[in-house]
Antibody
Framework: EVQLVQSGAEVKKPGESLKISCETS????????IAWVRQMPGKGLEWVGT????????RYSPSFQGQVTISADKSITTAYLQWSSLRASDTAMYYC??????????????WGQGTRVTVSS | DIQLTQSPSSLSASVGDRVTITCRAS??????LAWYQQKPGKAPNLLLY???RLQSGVPSRFSGSGSGTDYTLTITSLQPEDFATYYC??????????FGQGTKVEIK
């Protein structure tokens, strides 16, 4: 059974750093992309970025390029999303997701339960 | 960037109603379209992919259609558990995704 289990909710102050995690199981971590999706309070879904753990190939949405860093640790089949300096506007729910290939594209077949990040002074 | 416009943004319906949600892309996306259902406080859940292919385990009252730029999600005979927000997603641009703004289906 495929599972994506995310780390718990975080409350941080502006300017602080943060790294949230997504522990996976039930599939070959190195052979599938894994991605992050943001949902701000009361709003829709936004693609943040995607990584292929097998070779660390990483793609970012232009909206998030330079604002976050995505990484993966193959030894523990875990993906990460991190910030070096949080802003109040980073307050949101963040989902890790598994992209499933369909022809030359990828839809999302599995979602983590989400990690709520709150940034407030 | 490919933009997706869902309509309506919300609707009220009764149990047993037929509901239709539309998703229009800013350019042709060749059926690279998925639909997700999200209930309050939960992660989204895949309903359909490739515009019309039902994900395993999803009830057959959900169906999808469309081509080019215009796509539709239909729920025949709305059930109490179907009250939720629905999102379309284009994946024509491989791993660079965009989502519609969502359609909230509420109880009339």
């Amino acid at each position: 059974e495929v599972q994506l289990v995310q780390s718990g909710a975080e409350v941080k102050k502006p300017g602080e750093s943060l790294k949230i995690s997504c522990e996976t199981s039930g599939y070959k971590f190195n052979e599938w992309w894994i991605a992050w999706v943001r949902q701000m309070p009361g709003k829709g879904l936004e693609w943040v970025g995607t990584i292929f753990p097998g070779d660390s190939d990483t793609r970012y949405s232009p909206s998030f390029q330079g604002q976050v860093t995505i990484s993966a640790d193959k030894s523990i089949t875990t993906a990460y999303l991190q910030w070096s300096s949080l802003r109040a506007s980073d307050t949101a729910m963040y989902y890790c997701v598994r992209p499933h290939p369909d022809r030359s594209g990828y839809y999302i077949d599995y979602w983590g339960q989400g990690t709520r990040v709150t940034v407030s002074s | 960037d490919i933009q997706l416009t869902q309509s309506p943004s919300s609707l009220s319906a009764s149990v047993g109603d037929r509901v239709t949600i539309t998703c229009r892309a800013s350019q042709g996306i060749s059926n690279y379209l998925a639909w997700y259902q999200q209930k309050p406080g939960k992660a989204p859940n895949l309903l359909l992919y490739a515009a019309s292919r039902l994900q395993s385990g999803v009830p057959s009252r959900f169906s999808g259609s469309g081509s080019g730029t215009d796509y539709t999600l239909t729920i025949t005979s709305l059930q109490p558990e179907d009250f939720a927000t629905y999102y379309c997603q284009q994946y024509y641009t491989a791993l660079s995704w965009t989502f519609g703004q969502g359609t909230k289906v509420e109880i009339k």
